[in-house]
C-alpha cells in the first residue's frame, strides 16, 4: 500500500465505479503498486453500457471477460427511428454490424454485473489493495501527493487516479475547471422483460424530448434510456409498474410486445461536461471525472475505459524506464492522448442531441439530411461505424487485446 511517499512506484485510484476498476486492475496487472479506495454504492447503480468491442477485448486482456460474458447481449443492429413527429422527419437508419465486418458492434451488460466481475478480478491481484473508506482531501505536492481518509488515516503516492465520478474532488485537487452546458433534459433507466424477441437490434426512437433507447440484456428482456423533460421523468418513475410498463410500450410503438418493468429505476440529470485538462500535478482524471456525456451513441463508459487504459499504458511505461509515475511527462503526454477521442464525441453528440431539441426549422432540416446521407450513402455509412465502435486516431494497448 502506498505511503510516505518513499514508494516512487506506488499508485492510489480514488472511486470504485467501473472506471476507477478498470484503471487500478490495469495498473496492478502491469505490476504498479496500486491501492484502490471506494466506497460500496448505497444503491445499485441500474444504467447498462453497451460495451464496444474495444472495451471487450480489453476486459478480455485483463481478465474480466469470463466472469461477465454470460451477463451480456450482442448488438448487432442499430435502429435510429425519427418519432419526432415534427414537419421535416428524417428517414430511418439501420447500422448492421456485418456491413463492417464485425460479428456484433459491441454487447450490452447491465452495470452492477460488470462491477461485480472487475471487483472479483480486483480482489485478486497481489498488486493490487483495496480500501473501502470515502477521501476526505487530496493535496498534491511536487514530489507526492496525500489522500486523506473519513477513517483518519491518510496515504502517500506518486500519482494519484481520480475515478470519483461527476462532482469528482480529485479534479477540484489538481485545480481543473470544467466547461459544462446542462440539458434541460432527465433521462430514466429501467430494465424490461418483453413477450416479443429483440433480435439483437437496439432501437433508438428520436423524440422531441430527447432519444428512447431500447438495447438488449440476455434473453427477452431490455435496458430502456428514456431521455424526458425533467418534471415528466420524476412523474413517471413513481408510477407503479404495470402503469409505467403500459406508458413504455405505448411509446415504443409495441415493438417488443407486452412489457413488464423491473424493480429498480434511475433518474440521471443530463449535462455535458469536459475538464479543461484530463491530469495535473500528479492527478490523472479517467471516467466521469474527466467528462460526463448524454447518453447517446454509447459512448460514456467506453471512453471512460479507454481513459483507465490509457493513464494505464503511460504509468506502466514509465516505471519500466525508471522514470516518475506521476512526474509532468506522465501528465502531459496523458492529457494530449486523450484530447482528440473525447473532444471528438463530445462536440458530436452534443451536436445531435441540441438538433433534437431545437424548434428551429433548418436545424431540424440539417439533421434529416445528415440522417438521409448515412441512409443513403454506403461509404459513409460504414465510416460513421467504424468510428463509432473505435477512434480511427488508435486506441490503447488494451484495447488492441495486448497485455501491458
Ligand atoms: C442513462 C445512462 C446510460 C448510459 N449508457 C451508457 C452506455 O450504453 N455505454 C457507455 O459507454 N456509457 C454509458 N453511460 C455512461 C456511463 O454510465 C458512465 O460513463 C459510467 O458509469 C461512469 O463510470 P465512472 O466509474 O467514471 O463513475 P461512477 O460510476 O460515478 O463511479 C464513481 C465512483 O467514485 C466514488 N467516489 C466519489 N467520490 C468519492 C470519494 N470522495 N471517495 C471515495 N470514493 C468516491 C463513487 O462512490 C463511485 O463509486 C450511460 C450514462 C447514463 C446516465
Known amino acids: 500500500m502506498p505511503s510516505n511517499g518513499s514508494d516512487n512506484n506506488a499508485a492510489i485510484v480514488v472511486g470504485g465505479g467501473p472506471a476507477g476498476l478498470t484503471a487500478a486492475i490495469s495498473l496492478a496487472e502491469g505490476g504498479v ?85 472487475l471487483a472479483k478480478r480486483a480482489r485478486n491481484l497481489p498488486a493490487l489493495s483495496i480500501v473501502e473508506d470515502e477521501v476526505v482531501a487530496v493535496t498534491p505536492k511536487s514530489d507526492t501527493v496525500t489522500v486523506a481518509l473519513r477513517s483518519g488515516n491518510t496515504l502517500h503516492a506518486r500519482l494519484a487516479v481520480g475515478a470519483d465520478g461527476r462532482q469528482s474532488l480529485c479534479r477540484i485537487a489538481a485545480g481543473i475547471a470544467t466547461d459544462e452546458r446542462r440539458y434541460p433534459q432527465t433521462a430514466m433507466t429501467v430494465c424490461l422483460a418483453h413477450s416479443r424477441p429483440h433480435h439483437d437490434t437496439s432501437t433508438e426512437f428520436h423524440t422531441p424530448s430527447g432519444p428512447f433507447t431500447l438495447v438488449p440484456l440476455p434473453g427477452n428482456r431490455s435496458s430502456l434510456v428514456w431521455v424526458l423533460q425533467p418534471g415528466h421523468a420524476d412523474e413517471l418513475a413513481t408510477l407503479d409498474d404495470i402503469h409505467l410498463a403500459t406508458i413504455i410500450e405505448q411509446a415504443s410503438h409495441s415493438i417488443l410486445g407486452k412489457l413488464e418493468v423491473e424493480s429498480g429505476r434511475g433518474i440521471f440529470p443530463l449535462a455535458v461536461s469536459v475538464a479543461r485538462r484530463f491530469a495535473a500535478a500528479r492527478i490523472a482524471l479517467v471516467g466521469e471525472a474527466a467528462h460526463v456525456l448524454p ?31 506521476g512526474g509532468a511527462d506522465v501528465m502531459s503526454r496523458y492529457d494530449r492522448m486523450r484530447r482528440v477521442d473525447v473532444g471528438s464525441r463530445t462536440i458530436a453528440i452534443d451536436l445531435l442531441n441540441r438538433s433534437l431539441l431545437s424548434d428551429l426549422l433548418p436545424v431540424q432540416g440539417a439533421r434529416g439530411l445528415g440522417l438521409y446521407m448515412l441512409d443513403r450513402i454506403g461509404p459513409l455509412r460504414r465510416a460513421v461505424m467504424r468510428e463509432g465502435v473505435a477512434p480511427a486516431a488508435g486506441q490503447p494497448r488494451l484495447m488492441r487485446g495486448e497485455a501491458l
Open 295 to 325: 447518453p447517446i451513441g454509447a459512448q460514456g463508459l467506453n471512453l471512460g475505459l479507454r481513459d483507465a487504459a490509457t493513464i494505464a499504458e503511460l504509468v506502466v511505461a514509465a516505471q519500466r524506464d525508471g522514470h516518475d509515475i
Open 33 to 117: 503498486d496500486t491501492t484502490l479506495i471506494g466506497l460500496r454504492p448505497a444503491k445499485p447503480d441500474n444504467r447498462t453500457t453497451a460495451l464496444l468491442a474495444g472495451s471487450v477485448a480489453a476486459l478480455e486482456t485483463l481478465g474480466v471477460w469470463p466472469s461477465c460474458a454470460d451477463r451480456t447481449a450482442r448488438l448487432r443492429t442499430m435502429r435510429i427511428v425519427d418519432d419526432t413527429g415534427r414537419l421535416w422527419r428524417a428517414p430511418e437508419v439501420k447500422f448492421s454490424a456485418d456491413e463492417i465486418g464485425l460479428e456484433a458492434f459491441g454487447y450490452n451488460i447491465e452495470n452492477r454485473h460488470l462491477i461485480e466481475a
